[in-house]
Every structure is written in structure tokens, then in C-alpha cells.
């Protein structure tokens, strides 16, 4: 099993380390070049200066001879390091970059592919974070773990080389007491781990009352009452529980870990012992010794670190299955690109049957039975969480119904070229989000146009105060993320730059969900009158709680409970005196007060 354990380890390393491979070959390649090849000769070249020194002193060579040697041997080794060091530098760092800023890109394409209905999933959701933050920093630890698990491979079977052609009893001296040494310290670490465990709940209280003292948000309270007394009761309390932690595993550590340090203490002794030995009998040069001390201290370090590689290798599989799991999800909706595409003129909706439920939810939506003819505008209104929104996120393909079908033109939603039709569809959201991105780019998210029209736009929209009082212009970024002088959006500034989004391209279904909410009553009145005036060709379904904002759609649609309550026009509707004459009044009211 264990054997098996380390196979699967070091496979998904190599899965890890793959986008280093795919995008920078030659990067990798001399990479390589330095493992396997000058790292281990440059360690063979420095034992074997050592053993030439001592033995030339000993042998009473000329100075100058001695000398030549050492710069022969030390410019081997200097050549070698510059090798890498120019490699590294001249084009290494540069496409480490690169590849660090592709996988990261990757990771972006493969989140934008991804249907949106795992976003629903918290496992998925986690792993989803994980992948987009951790990819490139695990590919990177991937590439150095391989790297390194090549160059010390080697450097070992270099330098067992070297020892056994000499005496193969170093080498069993130097493999027993490493193996000791290795059970050893795996007890050392399976005592920190389990000391670990126990530390993890006193240490996330200890970090959240550390949070508070920096926190804007609680000063005013530590200052004015009692809470930072408290708070220092319990931070002593948690202080007291780590020390009893400590005191339960450190004796256990120090008691194994110098029993570690003993055995590699003797492995050395016995190691001398035996080579003065050979020197008495005349078999070894002084050289030999001290190229030998040299040699099983590398070989012991070497060994080590090649075990502790292939431990981490443990903790870089349990990663790889997170990132697998993300990139493996099979993606239906937003791998349909090759479909139909959407006409250029107003479409017609057709609501037929309609199921919908969302997984780990209670809410659904049943037996939904709308008909939109070309260039209609309809309004959807209800309560919050009646279903309202999930009808829209259903138009815009970010899920499928599970029973019944969603038709667009008399064509399945289903059979279009995703992001062809998406394209065609234009959303203005309550709360549309504010990028950290120059203002003509905020506002062409949907279609590009001119710098003159984005000017008309603000000005019909009443936004191009926002430039005069931040003395901005169409280029200045939106927040202050990344620029001081960026443009800081009110809440019905940032709904009017939704809708700036959406005043300019061809639509064949235009969406207001809930756009208005923040905008003040005579930018309401400009946006119902834009939305409904007949210079507005597209299909248009409005999201409303203002009722009176809706009253000269074609037809309301009442949903309630997930399901269409109530249908028809404003006049049908107050005529029939049910739920929606029931909302309209109690609006009015609030008005007429």
C-alpha cells in the first residue's frame, strides 16, 4: 500500500507540474540540465578538489602546481554555476513569469467554461477558490519538488558511486543509520502533527481576538465598554491551554529527537573510526579521509532530502485531487458553441412547462407557462424570492429547466451558440457590478462604441457630473483599488452605469431586473419612459417592486410561490382585484401619504 501511496503521490505531481511542461519545454529542459547534470558534478569536483589538496601537501608537490590544480578545479566549478546563473537570469525568470501568468489565465478560461449551477455546490465552491488561488503556486512547488527529487536521485547514486568504489561499509553505515534516523523523525513528526491538531482551535481564537484590535470596525467598542476585558481574559485563557498542549508533546519530541541526534552522532564516529583505521593499514590516503567525511555527510543530507520530497509529494496529492475535480467537471451549457445563431431582430419567448429547482433548496419553480411576442414588453413582479430572478438566469442559459423547454424564436434555448445568444441579450441588474477597470471600458461590457457616444450616454443618463467632480475623464479607473483618482460610484450612479451598458448595440431581448431600486423618482421616470417609449424595438421583460413603474407593459406575469399567479394587463389585473390589485393599492397609499 504504501508503495502504491507514493506511485499515486508522484503521478499527481507530474499532473501538477504539467502546464510548467506544456508552456515552458525549454525552461524545464535546463532545468533539468542543472539537476542532473552540474548540480551533482559540481558536488563530485568539489569532494575530489579536497582529496587532491590534501594529498599534493602530503605529497610535497610544487606550490605553484598545487595552485594550478585548485583553479583548474575551481574554475570548473565556476563555470558551472555561471551556466546557471545566466540561464536563470537571461531568460529563466523571464518565462517563469510567463508561465506563471498563462497557468493563472488558464485557470480564468477554465472558471468562465464552467456552468454556473456548480457555483450552487459548496464543495465545488471550494475547490473552484482553490483552483483559481492555488494552481500556479502548486505547479511551481510541483516543479521544484521534481526538479529537486532528479538532482538529489542523482547526486545520491553519484555519490554512493564514489564511496563504494572505495569501501561499500560506509555505505551500510550511512543506509542504517539513515533509516533510523528516518523512523525517528517520522515519529517526530506524527507527535507535531497530532500537537497540531490540538493547536488549531486555540489558534483561531487566539488570531480572531488578535483580528478585533485592528479591526476600524470594533474600536469604538473596546474603547467605550467592557469588551477588550473580556477579550483579554479569554486570550490568557487560550494562552494557558497552549502551554498545557506544549508541555503534553515537547518532553516526548526532545526525548525522541535526541536520540536522533545521538545515532547520527555515532554513524559519524563509527564513519572516522573505520576510515583512520584504513589509514593505519595503508589502504587510504589522508586525501581519501577527508574526501570520504565529505562524501557521507552529502549522501546522508542528500538521502534526506529525498524522503522529506517524497513526504510533501503526499501533501501535493491531496491538492491535485481538488484542482482534478475542478477541471474534470463535465460543463453542458457552456460547451455549446457550435448551435444556432440568434436573428438579428426582437425576439419571441415562450415559456412552456417550465420546472426549475435549485440543488440543496427548498424554492422552485412550477409549471411556468409564458408566451412574449416580438417587441412586447412585459413586466414579472412579486414578492422577494418568488422566483422572479431564476426566470432570467433560465433566458440567459446560466441554468437548464429540468422539465419542460425554454424557446427563443420557436428554437430550443438549448440548440443556440451559447455566447451568440447571450450576446444578443442585454441585462441591466439592481446591483451591477463596478470593475476596477477605466470608465469607457465599465460601460462597453457588452458592445464597443464610441468615445462620443459614451459621452451622449452619460449625458442622457445625468452621469457626466461624475467626471466634473472628480475632474475624470472616459479613461479614469472606477474605485480607488488601484488608482488614487479613481471615481468612487453612489448606488444609483453605479444602477445608471448598468443601464449605460445596455443603450447602445442590437438586442433581440432586452432585461430590467429591478434597475431602478436606487435611482431617484425623475431618473425612474427617464428609465420606465426609455424602457417602454416605441423607439425601443427589442423584446423587453422589466423586473419590478414598483408597481407603478410597470403600468404600460403589454402584460404583467404575477409570480408567487414559484408559480404564475396572475396574467394580464394592468387594467385585467386591478379589474380582477386579486394579489396584484392587493400590492398596487398599498402602494398607492404610501404615495398619497
Known amino acids: 500500500m504504501a508503495v502504491k501511496r507514493i506511485i499515486k503521490n508522484i503521478n499527481d505531481t507530474i499532473y501538477l507540474f504539467k502546464p510548467f511542461w506544456k508552456n515552458g519545454k525549454l525552461y524545464i529542459i535546463g532545468q533539468i540540465f542543472t539537476a542532473a547534470i552540474l548540480i551533482p558534478l559540481n558536488r563530485i569536483l568539489y569532494i575530489t578538489l579536497q582529496k587532491y589538496i590534501i594529498d599534493s601537501l602530503i605529497a610535497d608537490e610544487l606550490f605553484l602546481q598545487i595552485c594550478f590544480g585548485i583553479l583548474s578545479f575551481s574554475l570548473s566549478m565556476l563555470l558551472l554555476d555561471l551556466f546557471d546563473f545566466v540561464f536563470f537570469n537571461l531568460y529563466g525568470l523571464k518565462k517563469y513569469i510567463l508561465i506563471r501568468g498563462t497557468i493563472d489565465k488558464e485557470n480564468y478560461q477554465k472558471a468562465n467554461k464552467t456552468d454556473y449551477k456548480y457555483f450552487d455546490d459548496p464543495e465545488f465552491y471550494d475547490n473552484y477558490t482553490y483552483a483559481i488561488n492555488e ?164 549522501l546522508k543530507s542528500n538521502m534526506g532530502e529525498f524522503f522529506d520530497l517524497i513526504t510533501r509529494s503526499n501533501d501535493l496529492s491531496i491538492y491535485a485531487d481538488k484542482i482534478k475535480q475542478f477541471y474534470d467537471l463535465p460543463s453542458t451549457i457552456e460547451s455549446s458553441i457550435d448551435g444556432k445563431q440568434p436573428n438579428e431582430n426582437a425576439f419571441s419567448v415562450e415559456f412552456n412547462n417550465v420546472n426549475f429547482k435549485y440543488n440543496n433548496s427548498e424554492f422552485e419553480l412550477k409549471n411556468i407557462n409564458i408566451k412574449i411576442n416580438p417587441g412586447e414588453k412585459i413586466a414579472i413582479v412579486g414578492e422577494n424570492g418568488v422566483g422572479k430572478t431564476t426566470l432570467t438566469k433560465l433566458l440567459l442559459r446560466l441554468y437548464d429547466p429540468d422539465s419542460g423547454e425554454i424557446k427563443i424564436d420557436n428554437t430550443k434555448i438549448s440548440d443556440y451558440d451559447v455566447n451568440k445568444l447571450r450576446h444578443k441579450i442585454g441585462i441591466a441588474f439592481q446591483k451591477p457590478l463596478v470593475y476596477a477597470i477605466p470608465l469607457s471600458e465599465n460601460m462597453q461590457l457588452y458592445n464597443d462604441t464610441t468615445p462620443e457616444n459614451l459621452i451622449n450616454i452619460l449625458d442622457k443618463l445625468q452621469l457626466t457630473s461624475i467626471l466634473e467632480k472628480n475632474n475624470a475623464t472616459l479613461s479614469t479607473e ?107 393599492t398599498k402602494q398607492a397609499e404610501n404615495y398619497i401619504k
Not at 155 to 178: E, G, H, Q, R, Y
Not at 516 to 521: I, K
Request: charged share 20%; aromatic share 10%; proline share 1%.
Open 478 to 584: 472606477l474605485t480607488k483599488e488601484f488608482d488614487k483618482s479613481g471615481i468612487i460610484l453612489s448606488v444609483g450612479e453605479a444602477q445608471k452605469l448598468g443601464l449605460s451598458r445596455i443603450m447602445f448595440g442590437d438586442y433581440g431581448l432586452l432585461i430590467f431586473d429591478e434597475p431602478s431600486s436606487a435611482l431617484d423618482p425623475i431618473a425612474e421616470y427617464e428609465l420606465t419612459k426609455m424602457i417602454f417609449d416605441q423607439a425601443n424595438k427589442a423584446t423587453t421583460i422589466m423586473i419590478s417592486h414598483r408597481l407603478s413603474t410597470i403600468r404600460n407593459a403589454d402584460k404583467i406575469f404575477l409570480i408567487d410561490n414559484g408559480e404564475i399567479l396572475e396574467q394580464g394587463n394592468h387594467d385585467e389585473l386591478m379589474h380582477l382585484k386579486g394579489k396584484y390589485y392587493t400590492m398596487f
Open 135 to 298: 494552481r500556479s503556486n502548486k505547479a511551481e512547488q510541483a516543479r521544484l519538488l521534481l526538479i529537486r527529487l532528479l538532482s538529489t536521485s542523482v547526486v545520491i547514486i553519484s555519490l554512493s558511486t564514489l564511496i563504494a568504489t572505495s569501501k561499500w561499509v560506509i555505505i551500510l553505515i550511512t543506509v542504517v543509520s539513515f533509516c533510523v534516523s528516518t523512523l525517528i523523525n517520522n515519529k517526530i513528526i506524527k507527535i507535531k502533527h497530532e500537537k497540531y491538531l490540538e493547536e488549531i482551535p486555540l489558534n483561531r481564537k487566539s488570531e480572531y481576538i488578535h483580528s478585533l484590535f485592528y479591526n476600524k470596525e470594533y474600536a469604538a467598542d473596546l474603547k467605550v465598554n467592557k469588551s477588550s476585558y473580556f477579550l483579554m481574559k479569554h486570550y490568557d485563557c487560550v494562552l494557558d491551554d497552549k502551554i498545557k498542549v506544549y508541555k503534553k508533546y515537547q518532553i516526548k519530541s526532545v526525548i525522541i529527537g535526541a536520540l536522533g541526534i545521538v545515532i547520527d552522532n555515532l554513524s559519524e564516529i563509527l564513519i572516522s573510526i573505520y576510515l583512520v583505521y584504513l589509514i593505519v593499514q595503508g589502504n587510504i590516503s589522508i586525501g581519501d579521509f577527508a574526501s570520504m567525511l565529505t562524501a557521507t555527510g552529502m
